[in-house]
């Protein structure tokens, strides 16, 4: 038997969302936060013009994508590294300053793959308990140690929903030492409605030891093509560009990101956005009447804190063919889709409660 790493025996597997169907055939998929949307006809286009040339390797530095996000934000295209999507991306973080000994700080909970990258890389996770559904900034400083080499924050935060105001974030970017990578997990940032949580690139700018995290697979709803990015100071990025494995952004992928961020396709996917920020106010607002403790979010899910009962509230939501993310003790992450879709879990969740 061929010998594998010992560490691939304790570690589980990253659980993806899955879609359910109800007896009568419906199905909201509601469990991996994704866009609710068809993708636009120009972004279809631009990857049907695109598929006459996969016969060719894709532009292995996406030359054209890097320069259009870095004009898009106002950066320098030496401060973009891409990645095969944001989770990609943190893993290429990982090889850039993980190794055996090293630590690296998230809160928990957060996103689900932190601990799995950090395990894969060899590195140690030091989890610090969220209070109540926040971030414990002042906690997550004093974990610092000479062996940090990263810390994680995500902002707003998966699964939880909730987002760090500024004057809080630059307290704890001020702490944190200058050889300690702090990354921004800004996966969620184009849902953001609260004017006084901080956008991570106005925060980067000044601070060599933070960098951005962002993504194509949510409010640009490219979740199944991978293109993510990080926004770094050229030392960070350009180390970051050296770990990522060749050709790893496909050609398809490049061309229906830059077509996402040209405009009219902008403007309408950020209208788009929109319309799912006023489902999350609607959405919490009624579960709220309904009865539901539910935190405020900033992002395009809403977090119920369901404790013992969490996988029989996924049980009854499936019923209704609603799929949601369940953290079994813990509670369940519902994505915002379209209306009906929402409605439809509104029924469920009213249902559990008087059950
Ligand atoms: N960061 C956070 C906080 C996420 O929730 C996700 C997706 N669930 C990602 C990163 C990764 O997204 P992707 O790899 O699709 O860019």
């Known amino acids: 038997m061929p010998r594998f790493r010992a560490i691939l025996d304790t ?24 866009s609710p949307y068809d993708p636009l006809p120009s972004v279809v286009e631009a990857i049907a013009e695109g598929a006459r040339q996969i016969n060719r390797y894709p532009d292995p530095a996406a030359t054209r994508l890097t320069e259009t996000i870095a004009a898009r934000y106002g950066v320098p295209p030496e401060h973009v590294a891409l990645g095969a999507g944001s989770v990609t991306v943190a893993q290429q973080l990982f090889e850039t300053f993980g190794e055996p000994g090293v630590e690296v700080i998230y809160a928990w909970r957060s996103f689900e ?44 935060n998966n699964p939880t929903g909730t987002s760090i105001r500024r004057a809080e974030l630059e307290a704890f ?14 996966a969620y940032r184009e849902y953001v409605r609260d004017a006084d949580v901080p956008d991570g690139l106005t925060l980067y700018r000044d601070r060599p030891n933070v960098c951005v995290l962002r993504t194509f697979s949510k409010a640009y709803g490219l979740a199944g093509l991978r293109v993510g990015y990080l926004v770094a100071h050229e030392p960070v990025a350009a180390a970051v560009r050296k770990t990522i494995v060749p050709f790893a952004v496909n050609h398809l ?3 229906a990101a830059v077509a996402s961020l040209a405009d009219p396709a902008e403007k309408e996917l950020l209208e788009r956005v929109d319309s ?33 009962r969490t996988l029989d509230f996924a049980a009854a939501c499936a019923v209704e063919g609603v799929a949601v993310r369940p953290f ?3 509670g369940a992450r519902v994505s915002i889709g379209t209306p009906e879709a929402n409605d439809a879990f509104l029924q469920a969740a009213a249902a559990f409660l008087k059950s």
């Not at 395990?119 to 997550?140: C, F, N, Y």
């Not at 970017?173 to 800004?186: A, R």
């Open 253 to 255: 992928a490049q061309l």
């Open 173 to 186: 970017l001020d702490k944190v030492p200058s050889d300690v990578l702090v990354v921004l997990d800004e």
């Open 328 to 330: 079994p003790g813990e």
């Open 276 to 308: 799912v920020v006023k489902e999350r106010t609607r959405v919490r607002e009624a579960l709220i009447a309904q009865g539901w403790t539910v935190p405020p979010s900033e992002a395009n899910f809403v977090w119920l804190r369901v404790g013992e």
């Open 11 to 34: 570690m589980p597997p990253y659980k993806a969302g899955k879609a359910v169907v109800s007896a009568d055939g419906r199905s909201f998929k509601l469990s991996s936060n994704e």
């Open 113 to 156: 793959a932190y601990p799995l990258l950090a395990d894969l890389a060899g590195v140690t996770s030091v989890r610090v308990p969220l209070d109540g559904e926040d971030h414990d900034l002042d906690a997550m400083a004093a974990a610092v140690t000479d062996r940090t080499r990263m810390i994680f924050v995500c902002n707003p």
